[in-house]
Nanobody, 124 residues
Framework: VQLQAYGGGLVQAGGSLRLSCAVS????????VGWFRQAPGKERESVVS????????HYVDSVKGRFTISRDNAKNAVGLQMNSLKPEDTAVYYC??????????????????WGQGTQVTVSS
């Protein structure tokens, strides 16, 4: 399974960005997908996890009501709409996948496939 995230950039606080993740190679075996982020000097943290087919997204408290994950199985794509961005959202964002289907926010250790990151910078 290969994943490629794109769509990052520089935005002012209060603005919006949409990230996309293209998934390829053996998507039939994917159970869960998610978005993670890693700020400088900090550990990688989960943003949202969602089953690859069916189910709903589960978000960390810091992004609830602001971020929305979307999933298009026909196009093998996952999106992350980020609204009302804050400077503390600045990080490298990664999409990830795993063969096991899980509900709830999942830690990075639960994912076996990772895309390269895309930088999101929110200026104050």
């Amino acid at each position: 399974v290969q994943l490629q995230a794109y769509g990052g950039g520089l935005v002012q606080a209060g603005g919006s960005l949409r990230l996309s993740c293209a998934v390829s190679g053996g998507t039939f075996q994917i159970g869960t997908v998610g978005w993670f982020r890693q700020a400088p000097g900090k550990e990688r943290e989960s943003v949202v996890s969602i089953p690859w087919r069916g189910g709903i997204g589960h978000y960390v408290d810091s992004v609830k009501g602001r971020f929305t994950i979307s999933r298009d199985n026909a196009k093998n794509a996952v999106g992350l709409q980020m609204n009302s961005l804050k400077p503390e959202d600045t990080a490298v964002y990664y999409c990830a996948a795993d063969s096991r289907r899980r509900a709830g926010v999942q830690p990075s250790s639960a994912f076996g496939y990772w895309g390269q990151g895309t930088q999101v910078t929110v200026s104050s």
